[in-house]
């Protein structure tokens, strides 16, 4: 609404959850990873990426990240670093005035993947957007993470081992897709 001069005082309601989340960030060693970035998310959320993250900040010198103010519902913990794979959790459910330790996050070394795009004349493409999805469908980082430069170059790094979808799409040429399958070394596509 608008807010005249004059009107009465204009009054916002602003409703903060009770419910909150913690968990500690460990590397494969058990050592504590400082300053991961981490997003608290609704889970399968569909909508802009940025209404669904609902909390977010770092891991603290020992490991530890906890976020409040959260309503009841169902959401994911994606925490991410770099060297390491992102870490995405599995979907959970918070309860009004619930607090939830999801403990111990382990981190592995991330894999890079990398590849050149080509058109059909094996010419070089510059601007492709990458973007990597699981078996499943989901997007693997909340961003796509990579466009092509000039020599039609891309890497993705921080990525589990596993087996993706790689998504290059760029204005003037069809989108595609390739299955690939990345190891503890990389992969290329």
Known sequence: GTVVEGDAPAEVTVDIGTAGVSARVLDSAGEPVSGSWIN????GASDGTWSRIKANGNSDTDGRFSASGLQPGEYILRVTRVEFAQYVSPPFRLGDGETKDLGDIRLNRGAVLKGIVRDDAGSPIEKVTVSLRDLSGREVFLFSMATTGSDGRYALHS?????????FETSGHAPAEKTVEITGNGGSA
């Open 159 to 167: 990525v589990e081992p596993g087996s993706y979808t790689v998504h």
């Open 40 to 43: 608290v998310e609704v889970a």
